[in-house]
């Protein structure tokens, strides 16, 4: 019984090759009878489905995925000016409608996100989410009274005993400062015994980020918010049920934003060195 399930069907198959020029793990071989997979070689898959994505005919298909099931290529990625402009023109946004995303979009969004690429393609991250604002008020109130019994008891750690203003702000004047009057919070975890726990988190978020904000979704990275759910609060990370074994790799809140920017920033010059080992 074969555990990945490649198969090319004979009558779109052209025997040209690519699956097998393609395979990160080298395990497709080409025969007379068309590509194919020896039973021993089947645990090396990386199950990355390259070889379906490059087939040119729709002929390969792996884990018992039908390659009519995935999104024809040509002509569909945005073009060079437009990534530009929105790697340049994205923007932290710390100003939020009072309004909800609908759920089904935020997991639309965030599955989407998830098609990142991962250390040894596990992709393990785990997006805990918070989806409406009645939730992230509560939230927020056990954060900022944590926060204030935190401080009270003198244990806020050296060179951040001003965060214990945040409680304040929002009692006087509804200032959050650690959510940004955001409805929505995500967090990214994953096993903490991955190959690259945090950088899948980081990677996952900031494709999350760009693809959010193509669609008029505001969002910042949220140190704060990481930094009460996994260092000073461990009770917030338990309301979230994140998994004991997995380390949290960000924080990131986002929402319909009540800001609208009409121009990319300017920053430079980019700190770029080039090695030149030919001299
Ligand atoms: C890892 C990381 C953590 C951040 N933490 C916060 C934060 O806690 N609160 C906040 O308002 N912005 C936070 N930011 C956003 C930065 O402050 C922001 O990128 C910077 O002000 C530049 O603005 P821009 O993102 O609009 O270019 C964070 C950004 C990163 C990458």
């Known amino acids: 019984m074969s555990i990945i399930k490649f198969k090319a069907n004979k009558d779109k198959c052209t025997l040209c090759g690519q699956c097998a020029a393609d ?5 497709i071989a080409m025969t007379d009878n068309g590509p194919r997979v020896a039973p021993e070689n089947e645990a090396l898959c990386y199950k990355c489905q390259h ?3 490059v087939c040119p005919t729709g002929a390969a ?4 995925l039908d390659p009519v099931d995935s999104t024809l290529l040509a002509g569909t990625f945005p073009t060079a000016v437009q990534l530009e402009s929105l790697i340049k023109g994205r923007r932290s946004v710390r100003r939020y409608k009072d309004e909800d995303l609908s759920p089904e979009f935020i997991r639309h969004l965030l599955a ?6 991962s250390g040894r393609n596990v992709r393990k991250v785990l997006f805990t989410v918070i989806d409406n604002r009645a939730t992230l008020a509560k939230f927020r109130a056990k954060a900022l009274e944590g926060l204030a019994r935190v401080a009270r008891e003198g244990k806020l750690p050296p060179g951040m005993e001003r965060f214990a ?10 200032v959050d400062v650690l959510f940004r009057g955001a409805p929505h919070l995500v967090v990214a975890s994953a096993p903490k015994d991955c190959a690259s726990p945090l950088q899948d988190c980081v990677i996952a978020l900031s494709y999350f980020e760009l693809l959010a904000q193509t669609q008029g979704v505001g969002t910042v990275w949220d140190g704060l918010a990481k930094w009460v759910i996994g260092d000073i609060l461990p009770g917030l990370r338990l309301e979230l049920k994140i998994p004991e074994d997995h380390l949290i790799g960000y924080a990131m809140v986002f929402g319909k934003p009540a800001v609208k920017y009409s121009r990319t920033v300017q920053h430079g010059p980019a700190n770029i060195v080039t090695v030149d080992l030919h001299a």
């Open 112 to 117: 989407t996100a998830l098609h990142a690429p």
């Open 23 to 27: 395979c990160p793990a080298n395990i």
């Open 61 to 64: 298909s792996v884990l018992g």
């Open 165 to 174: 203003d945040f409680p304040v702000l929002w009692e006087t004047k509804k």
């Open 51 to 53: 070889c379906l994505a």
